[in-house]
């Protein structure tokens, strides 16, 4: 981004900051491997931070991103080390996070950089807007290693871009070719070089924070049951 942003809170896993010019909350995941091992860490991070800016209308939009080349490659090969029950307590904290996410009051935009997969390719579903590289590789991997997505990539994915794409996303574990994220809506916008979210931030800036809190809600409408 090209406006300067204000370093906030401590981190280990995540870096946040502010953007004062355009009321922008940003969240840096540091490293790729955050959700790999069943990192309770990483997720009490996000969780804290998400909390923390929910009570602050004041904060237009909300910016996700990595600090890495993709938002997010898991490798599912943790999942046959770790104890079941470890795997099923972090799912669910996953699934409460990523369902937390959609009654935000600001608008929430993801870069996905050059793709995401796993669990990242979930955590994304609660996104308003999101962008990514040309060449983006989204994929719904988690067949392959015994896994059934439980955050929202069946039930919130088929709500985002209807249930003929989900089903073929998640039951062929392929890379969705960037023509049907085009088709489908779930990308906003691709870019070439270095994502610069500041058009779109200082427009959004601009809304009244009241009317941008009820269009949320409204959109709420058909996922709330």
């Avoid at 900051?17 to 540091?30: A, G, N, P, Y």
């Avoid at 959609?102 to 793709?115: C, N, S």
Wanted: aromatic content about 12%.
């Amino acid at each position: 981004m090209s406006i300067q942003n204000i370093p906030i809170f401590n981190y280990t896993t995540i870096k946040c900051s502010l953007v004062s010019e355009t009321k922008t909350f940003c969240i840096e995941i540091q490293d790729n491997c955050l959700l790999n091992h069943a990192d309770f860490e990483s997720l009490f991070e996000l969780e804290t931070a998400f909390t923390w800016a929910a009570a602050k209308p004041e904060i237009a939009t909300i910016l996700l991103t990595s600090a890495t080349a993709t938002f997010g490659a898991d490798d599912f090969s943790f999942s046959t080390k770790i104890p079941e029950e470890r795997l099923q307590k972090f799912v669910k904290k996953l699934q409460r996070l990523s369902y937390s996410l959609f009654y935000l009051p600001q608008t929430l935009i993801v870069d996905l950089k050059a793709g995401a997969q796993g669990f990242y390719a979930e955590l994304v579903l609660a996104a308003d807007i999101r962008f990514a590289q040309n060449g983006c590789k989204l994929v719904f991997n988690h067949l392959q290693h015994g896994l059934v997505p439980m955050s929202g990539g069946i039930s919130f994915l088929s709500g985002l871009v209807g249930k003929n794409f989900a089903r073929t996303w998640v039951l062929s574990g392929a890379h969705v070719p960037q023509s049907q994220l085009q088709q489908s809506g779930f990308i906003f916008s691709f870019y070439d070089a270095t994502f610069n979210a500041s058009p779109i931030l200082r427009m959004i800036s601009e809304q009244p924070p009241i009317a941008r809190i009820q269009a949320k809600r409204a959109f709420l409408e058909d996922i709330m049951p």
